[in-house]
T-cell receptor
Framework: SAVISQKPSRDICQRGTSLTIQCQVD?????MFWYRQQPGQSLTLIAT?????????ESGFVIDKFPISRPNLTFSTLTVSNMSPEDSSIYLC??????????FGSGTRLTVV | GNSVTQMEGPVTLSEEAFLTINCTYT??????LFWYVQYPGEGLQLLLK?????DKGSNKGFEATYRKETTSFHLEKGSVQVSDSAVYFC???????????FGAGTRLAVHP
């Protein structure tokens, strides 16, 4: 299965600032997925990122708040913009290389103060 | 709509006890079903999966059987270890869609 490197692993940020999270995969994949896991909660899909096209956002998530880049088939970034304490979460990227299972990165633990 | 319901935790067991974590789902068509595990401070790892009715997924002593008649995918292990302490997530993916829909997660704590 694919190996995903995600960074930073954690960060503490001031409210009103932005943080860009990077996700690198060791093989080419068509789709990359970004999830949010709020404290003590389950995972919620933010958006699906395809190379060469705009990301597709789930209900409740907008591009202005969570802009995504997908410059090639092995890399994607998620930016959390104009952060507030409510954005404190774990953000995970994921890929489905084999078609019947998903591999997740180790996550970025974000705390907004 | 599509959804996954898991039993609420935390589940607290002694080492070598039998484990069951219930998972039921609502979905159109024939979903694929997954169990993921999240150890403290780590990301999610795929534990096992089943892609059609009556399939049994198994890994590391854990098992789950895809029961279409009861729309369930309960996770079981015959003898848990302290190292199994983690949060377990049941998830599904429906036909034609690429995203996973997760249950709320069940925290398991195993004591010596």
């Amino acid at each position: 299965s694919a190996v995903i490197s995600q960074k930073p692993s954690r960060d503490i940020c001031q409210r009103g600032t932005s943080l860009t999270i990077q996700c690198q995969v060791d093989s080419q994949v068509t789709m990359m997925f970004w999830y949010r896991q709020q404290p003590g909660q389950s995972l919620t899909l933010i958006a699906t990122a395809n190379q060469g096209s705009e990301a597709t956002y789930e209900s409740g998530f907008v591009i202005d708040k969570f802009p995504i880049s997908r410059p090639n088939l092995t890399f994607s970034t998620l930016t959390v913009s104009n952060m507030s304490p409510e954005d404190s979460s774990i953000y995970l990227c994921s890929v489905d290389q084999t078609g019947d299972g998903y591999t997740f990165g180790s996550g970025t633990r974000l705390t907004v103060v | 709509g599509n959804s996954v319901t898991q039993m609420e935790g935390p589940v607290t067991l002694s080492e070598e006890a039998f484990l069951t974590i219930n998972c039921t789902y609502t979905a159109t068509g024939y979903p694929s079903l997954f169990w993921y595990v999240q150890y403290p401070g780590e990301g999610l790892q795929l534990l096992l999966k089943a892609t059609k009715a009556d399939d049994k997924g198994s890994n590391k002593g854990f098992e789950a059987t895809y029961r279409k008649e009861t729309t369930s995918f309960h996770l079981e292990k015959g003898s848990v270890q302290v190292s199994d302490s983690a949060v377990y997530f049941c998830a599904l993916r429906t036909d034609g869609y690429n995203k996973l829909i997760f249950g709320a997660g069940t925290r398991l704590a195993v004591h010596p």
